[in-house]
């Protein structure tokens, strides 16, 4: 979580309670309400098997009069089957009668174990009484943050202010995420919330941009979730941003969310290290990406990571096989600043020093070209641990 002072958007009332979902007692359900309809936008998870909220929130995105969100933790309501979706759509219609709106401007999440019905009496009355707590304070929006983990250590938020054409903007986010994290969308849940003017297509567009660059840029264990959903609400009520004030406020969105994913990355379930693999030179930007999220995915380069082992050959190697062009005479590699491979050729270097020094940051910096080209990309993924294994073996038992 950021120390950063709290800049909450004007516009939005949050709050989190417990309502029983968790075995644990901790809080489970989130809500957050638009004083008046939003623009909101969403990108979604693109595995096959779909959960019945995103499935329902999908469907009502993009908008113009969105009115609420809400979350519960602990279940996901994924394989559900009718009755899941008939389970979500009343969650949503006992929200909007509260709310004073239409049941088609709730937007709903959901996160946790897969497979199993929500335990609707819980969520009623979760419902009524996370709608009674509804406050535009700090508090309470730390209090909506902390209700939507699940495995997370701890809670993800990131804000910030911004001056744009004479108005002071807004942007307040918040994400859960550790394990079943991989690319495609959005591998967690967030929203983001912010009191600038958007139009909805622009709304959209920037979204899948932001995404692009950040939630997809991340990796714990290679595994897409059911439930992958990121939101952008809007509360601004002035003439929509435009031309270089869209562009300035896409570039602090964007800045937002890549501080909120490598988070995610950071409380990958046992993690003790981020990799921020940068890989240049390759034939375009894609072609970064692909060779990126292939070095990233790596079981043998994470374990490498974790016990701070300087194994050039392992990431080089990852990087051939990703399926990419790529000129192995020009490929050059270096970790923690050091220069290990250059050329094609592995370089003499002092490997206890280094491993040293690996084992002493959090975040572990992999730089590697490729080749000559223009073409570059950023990911950041997690090192992998005993901890993972035995937390996952352990999940559902």
Same mark, same amino acid.
């Given at each position: 979580?950021?120390?950063?002072?709290? *800049?909450?958007?004007?516009? *939005?009332?949050?709050?989190?309670?417990?309502?029983?979902?968790?075995?644990?007692?901790?809080?489970?359900?989130? !809500?957050?309400?638009?004083?008046?309809? /939003?623009?909101? %936008?969403?990108?979604?998870?693109?595995?096959?098997?779909?959960?019945?909220?995103?499935?329902?929130?999908?469907?009502?995105?993009?908008?113009? %009069?969105?009115?609420?969100?809400?979350?519960?933790?602990?279940?996901?309501?994924?394989?559900?089957?009718?009755?899941? =979706?008939?389970?979500?759509?009343?969650?949503?219609?006992? !929200?909007?009668?509260?709310? @004073?709106?239409?049941?088609?401007?709730?937007? /709903?999440?959901?996160?946790?174990?897969?497979?199993?019905?929500?335990?609707?009496?819980?969520?009623?009355?979760?419902?009524?009484?996370? +709608?009674?707590?509804?406050?535009?304070?700090?508090?309470? *929006?730390?209090?909506?943050?902390?209700?939507?983990?699940?495995?997370? $250590?701890?809670?993800?938020?990131?804000?910030?202010?911004?001056?744009?054409?004479?108005?002071?903007?807004?942007?307040?986010?918040?994400?859960?995420?550790?394990?079943?994290?991989?690319?495609?969308?959005?591998?967690?849940?967030?929203? =983001?919330?912010?009191?600038?003017?958007?139009?909805?297509?622009?709304?959209?567009? =920037?979204?899948?941009?932001? #995404?692009?660059?950040?939630?997809?840029? /991340?990796?714990?264990?290679? +595994?897409?979730?059911?439930?992958?959903?990121?939101?952008?609400?809007?509360?601004?009520?002035?003439?929509?941003?435009?031309?270089?004030?869209? $562009?300035?406020?896409?570039?602090?969105?964007?800045?937002?969310?890549?501080?909120?994913?490598?988070?995610?990355?950071?409380?990958?379930?046992?993690?003790?290290?981020?990799?921020?693999? +940068?890989? *240049? @030179?390759?034939?375009?930007?894609?072609?970064?990406?692909?060779? $990126?999220?292939?070095?990233?995915?790596?079981?043998?380069?994470?374990?490498?990571?974790?016990?701070?082992?300087?194994?050039?050959?392992?990431?080089?190697?990852? $990087?051939? &096989?990703?399926?990419?062009?790529?000129?192995? #005479?020009?490929?050059?590699?270096?970790?923690?600043?050091?220069?290990?491979?250059?050329? @094609?050729?592995?370089?003499?270097?002092?490997?206890?020093?280094?491993?040293?020094?690996?084992? @002493?940051?959090?975040?572990?910096?992999?730089?590697?070209?490729?080749?000559?080209?223009?073409?570059?990309?950023?990911?950041?993924?997690?090192?992998?641990?005993?901890? &993972?294994?035995?937390?996952?073996?352990?999940?559902?038992?």
């Amino acid at each position: 979580m950021s120390d950063s002072p709290l *800049f909450l958007p004007r516009g *939005f009332r949050f709050a989190g309670a417990t309502c029983g979902i968790k075995a644990s007692g901790k809080p489970d359900i989130s !809500l957050i309400v638009s004083d008046h309809p /939003v623009v909101a %936008a969403g990108v979604y998870t693109t595995n096959k098997i779909v959960a019945a909220p995103v499935v329902l929130s999908r469907s009502r995105t993009p908008s113009a %009069a969105i009115r609420a969100v809400l979350t519960n933790s602990g279940n996901a309501n994924a394989c559900t089957g009718e009755q899941g =979706m008939a389970d979500a759509k009343s969650t949503c219609a006992q !929200l909007a009668s509260l709310v @004073g709106c239409d049941e088609s401007d709730v937007l /709903v999440m959901s996160t946790g174990v897969i497979g199993k019905r929500l335990p609707m009496d819980k969520i009623r009355s979760g419902v009524e009484q996370v +709608h009674g707590k509804l406050a535009s304070s700090d508090a309470a *929006f730390v209090d909506a943050a902390e209700a939507i983990r699940t495995t997370d $250590a701890a809670r993800k938020t990131e804000t910030c202010e911004l001056t744009l054409a004479g108005k002071t903007i807004r942007i307040a986010a918040m994400a859960k995420g550790a394990g079943m994290i991989a690319p495609n969308m959005a591998t967690m849940l967030s929203v =983001m919330c912010t009191d600038a003017s958007i139009n909805q297509n622009d709304a959209r567009a =920037m979204l899948t941009r932001v #995404a692009n660059v950040s939630f997809n840029r /991340v990796s714990v264990d290679g +595994h897409t979730s059911t439930n992958d959903t990121l939101l952008l609400l809007a509360s601004g009520t002035d003439e929509p941003l435009s031309g270089d004030a869209l $562009a300035e406020f896409e570039a602090a969105l964007t800045k937002l969310a890549i501080n909120l994913a490598k988070q995610l990355v950071a409380d990958g379930e046992g993690a003790t290290h981020v990799m921020q693999i +940068h890989v *240049f @030179g390759a034939e375009s930007d894609a072609s970064a990406e692909v060779i $990126a999220k292939t070095v990233a995915a790596s079981p043998l380069v994470k374990c490498a990571i974790t016990g701070g082992d300087p194994n050039w050959g392992r990431i080089v190697s990852a $990087a051939g &096989y990703a399926g990419e062009p790529l000129e192995p #005479a020009k490929v050059s590699l270096s970790v923690c600043g050091q220069a290990i491979y250059e050329d @094609g050729t592995p370089l003499d270097f002092d490997a206890a020093s280094l491993s040293r020094t690996m084992k @002493g940051q959090p975040q572990i910096d992999v730089e590697l070209r490729v080749g000559s080209g223009k073409g570059q990309a950023t990911y950041w993924s997690s090192d992998l641990t005993t901890d &993972y294994v035995r937390f996952n073996s352990e999940y559902t038992t």
